[in-house]
T-cell receptor
Framework: DTAVSQTPKYLVTQMGNDKSIKCEQN?????MYWYKQDSKKFLKIMFS???????INETVPNRFSPKSPDKAHLNLHINSLELGDSAVYFCASSPYQSRGGASGEQFFGPGTRLTVL | DAKTTQPNSMESNEEEPVHLPCNHSTISGTDYIHWYRQLPSQGPEYVIHGLTSNVNNRMASLAIAEDRKSSTLILHRATLRDAAVYYCIPWGIQGAQKLVFGQGTRLTINP
């Protein structure tokens, strides 16, 4: 069984469109993340949610809106897509620790390659 | 965020040990050192982490310098499947608790 899954795997769309990427984890983790990996392969965190609450927002444009309907899902909606949004987007999850805070051991999904034309 | 320095690339032969170094001289006293790797066309994968003592697991060993300013990830017998970009990442149990990926080390394994 896939631990962290993302759909779709590939997404090709025109500039100005609105699109969503879905992420689901079946690990029972409390914390979920979205990362962006650009064409230069730099991997950067965008958002972090703990139990459906936003805890990290790394100055991402407000065209990007994460939504967490429950703690197993964290979807990413992107409005008015721009050429610079082309990248691979990774979802991840991690457990919460008894001593407090998320674990540094994160489980990543396979990624969604977004191409904006 | 603690800054890390890793070689851009390294090369080794199959079935030989590989030592991947990382400098993290500004690491906080409470930060753990995490290692991740990213195989081609895949998401990052957790490898190992430690605080002060050396650590072993089924994938690798982690040797941490006594002053904690550097660490070395050791792959005991590299296989072709170990070809990946390896990242060392300080992780704080306080503060923002986020993984900050640097440029990593691209490891090439020769058959």
């Amino acid at each position: 069984d896939t631990a962290v899954s993302q759909t779709p795997k590939y997404l090709v769309t025109q500039m100005g469109n609105d699109k969503s990427i879905k992420c689901e984890q079946n690990l029972g983790h409390d914390t979920m993340y979205w990362y962006k990996q650009d064409s230069k392969k730099f991997l950067k965190i965008m958002f972090s949610y703990n139990n459906k609450e936003l805890i990290i927002n790394e100055t991402v444009p407000n065209r990007f809106s994460p939504k967490s309907p429950d703690k197993a899902h964290l979807n990413l909606h992107i409005n008015s897509l721009e050429l610079g949004d082309s990248a691979v987007y990774f979802c991840a999850s991690s457990p919460y620790q008894s001593r407090g805070g998320a674990s540094g051991e994160q489980f990543f999904g396979p990624g969604t390659r977004l191409t904006v034309l | 965020d603690a800054k890390t320095t890793q070689p851009n690339s390294m090369e080794s032969n199959e079935e030989e040990p590989v030592h991947l170094p990382c400098n993290h001289s500004t690491i906080s006293g409470t930060d753990y050192i995490h290692w991740y790797r990213q195989l081609p066309s895949q998401g990052p994968e957790y490898v190992i982490h430690g605080l002060t003592s050396n650590v072993n697991n089924r994938m690798a060993s982690l040797a941490i310098a006594e002053d904690r300013k550097s660490s070395t990830l050791i792959l005991h017998r590299a296989t072709l499947r170990d070809a990946a970009v390896y990242y060392c990442i300080p992780w704080g149990i306080q503060g923002a608790q986020k993984l900050v990926f640097g440029q990593g080390t691209r490891l090439t394994i020769n058959p």
